[in-house]
């Protein structure tokens, strides 16, 4: 007896926030280098093949602009929702999206199969989406990706489950426990369940005899050792992308600190300078000023100041001097001008008050 997969991604791997649906992306579209995987044996049934994520903003749009656009009406800015998408995600009271795996078989039914019977699965995966479209109509699809370069062949599809009538928030929203509740669920796998056996009766060029195990009730699928493999491998794979952020935040301090640490060496430079050459000043007009001088040095640099010290006082000096005085007396004028000024203004309610007869 073999399994039927229909199995929606919960705890651990479920596509909590935009980072996650990035994460099955890469797995998905095979985005990445790997010995273990071939991206010619996946074939894309709907969405890009670039970015899932770009095929779920594309669902947010059309399924909740509108109510996005009535919600916001007539509320402050600050009180409305800009983004659904990243309110969601920020949130984390709701999935962004859900994941559904859609397999027949486990790596030992197809260990012996052909690569025309692996291939001869592809149609019927594609009959199973579209029967997923027709019973849960409410899971608007915005991605699938079957892979035939695993273990087994399947399918991965990405949605977003939406339902509407809500009283608070957005009238309608994304909503996967409401979707699919465990009654729900239940059902939509016993109708899977019906429908693979049906598919397999049809091909027995690919299943021969065999039969489908009974689905085990209160279960969200049968897993097979398989199934558990992929998870922990997309488990890996998001570990494997939050270290490379934060490597990529680890970097990103560092040269933080680098700059912080060549801008102190460099205001510590400019500050040893500035008190290097005023020392040195200093230490010059000592010299200079020595009256008797007694090393070599000081003869020269006094020898020297006063050389200089003529010239300043027979070229630069008188001519410094009369700008200085200019500069001061017409300051002294200006000043002279504006108390004048203001006597003259003060005159006339002085003389009144002179003449204002006594009381």
Same mark, same amino acid.
């Given at each position: 007896?073999?399994?039927?997969?229909?199995?929606?991604?919960?705890?651990?791997?479920?596509?909590?926030?935009?980072?996650?649906?990035?994460?099955?992306? &890469?797995?998905?579209?095979?985005? $990445?280098?790997?010995?273990?995987?071939?991206?010619?044996?996946?074939?894309?049934?709907?969405?890009?093949?670039?970015?899932?994520?770009?095929?779920?903003?594309?669902? +947010?749009?059309?399924? $909740?602009?509108e109510a996005l656009a009535e919600y916001n009406k007539g509320k402050r800015s600050d009180r409305q929702i800009h983004d659904y998408l990243e309110?969601?995600?920020? !949130? #984390? #009271?709701?999935?962004?999206?859900?994941?559904?795996?859609?397999?027949?078989?486990?790596?030992?039914?197809?260990?012996? *199969?052909?690569?025309?019977?692996?291939?001869?699965?592809?149609?019927?995966?594609?009959? @199973?989406?579209?029967?997923? =479209?027709?019973?849960?109509?409410?899971? *608007?699809?915005?991605?699938?990706?079957?892979?035939?370069?695993?273990?087994?062949?399947?399918?991965?599809?990405?949605?977003?489950?939406?339902?509407?009538?809500?009283?608070?928030?957005?009238?309608?929203?994304?909503?996967?426990?409401?979707?699919?509740?465990?009654?729900?669920?239940?059902?939509?796998?016993?109708?899977?369940h019906d429908f693979v056996e049906h598919q397999m009766k049809d091909h027995p060029e690919i299943f021969g005899d065999e039969t489908l195990k009974p689905k085990e009730k209160g279960r969200n699928s049968d897993f097979s050792k398989e199934f558990y493999l992929r998870l922990?491998?997309?488990? +890996?794979?998001?570990?494997?992308? =939050?270290?490379?952020?934060?490597?990529? @935040?680890?970097?990103?301090?560092?040269?933080?600190?680098?700059?912080?640490?060549?801008?102190?060496?460099?205001?510590?430079? @400019? +500050?040893?300078?500035?008190?290097?050459? !005023?020392?040195? #000043? &200093?230490? $010059?007009?000592?010299?200079?000023?020595?009256?008797?001088?007694?090393?070599?040095?000081?003869?020269?640099? !006094? #020898?020297?100041?006063?050389?200089?010290?003529?010239?300043?006082?027979?070229? =630069?000096? %008188?001519?410094?001097?009369? *700008?200085?005085?200019?500069?001061?007396?017409?300051?002294?004028?200006?000043?002279?001008?504006?108390?004048?000024?203001? &006597?003259?203004?003060?005159? %006339?309610?002085?003389?009144?008050?002179?003449? !204002? %007869?006594?009381?």
């Open positions: 007896m073999i399994t039927v997969t229909f199995h929606i991604s919960c705890k651990k791997h479920s596509l909590t926030k935009t980072r996650d649906v990035v994460s099955v992306s &890469k797995h998905n579209l095979r985005l $990445f280098q790997s010995e273990e995987y071939n991206e010619e044996m996946i074939e894309v049934e709907v969405g890009s093949e670039v970015n899932i994520l770009d095929d779920v903003k594309e669902i +947010y749009e059309k399924e $909740f602009s309110y969601v995600s920020e !949130s #984390k #009271k709701n999935d962004v999206a859900t994941e559904v795996i859609l397999q027949v078989g486990d790596k030992e039914f197809w260990a012996d *199969k052909t690569r025309e019977q692996w291939n001869a699965m592809k149609p019927l995966l594609r009959e @199973q989406l579209e029967y997923v =479209k027709e019973i849960v109509p409410e899971f *608007k699809i915005a991605s699938a990706v079957t892979h035939l370069d695993e273990d087994s062949p399947h399918m991965h599809v990405v949605g977003v489950p939406v339902a509407t009538g809500y009283k608070r928030g957005l009238s309608k929203q994304v909503a996967k426990t409401k979707v699919f509740d465990q009654e729900r669920l239940e059902k939509i796998q016993d109708l899977m922990k491998q997309q488990e +890996y794979e998001k570990l494997e992308n =939050k270290c490379q952020e934060k490597e990529t @935040q680890i970097e990103a301090l560092d040269d933080t600190a680098k700059e912080m640490k060549q801008d102190i060496e460099s205001k510590v430079d @400019q +500050y040893v300078d500035s008190v290097v050459n !005023s020392e040195m #000043k &200093k230490e $010059f007009m000592r010299y200079a000023t020595l009256e008797n001088p007694k090393t070599t040095l000081g003869k020269l640099v !006094s #020898k020297a100041f006063k050389t200089f010290k003529e010239w300043w006082d027979k070229t =630069k000096k %008188p001519e410094v001097a009369e *700008k200085a005085r200019t500069s001061l007396l017409q300051k002294l004028r200006e000043n002279q001008a504006i108390v004048d000024q203001r &006597k003259e203004q003060q005159g %006339p309610n002085l003389k009144r008050n002179n003449l !204002s %007869p006594e009381r």
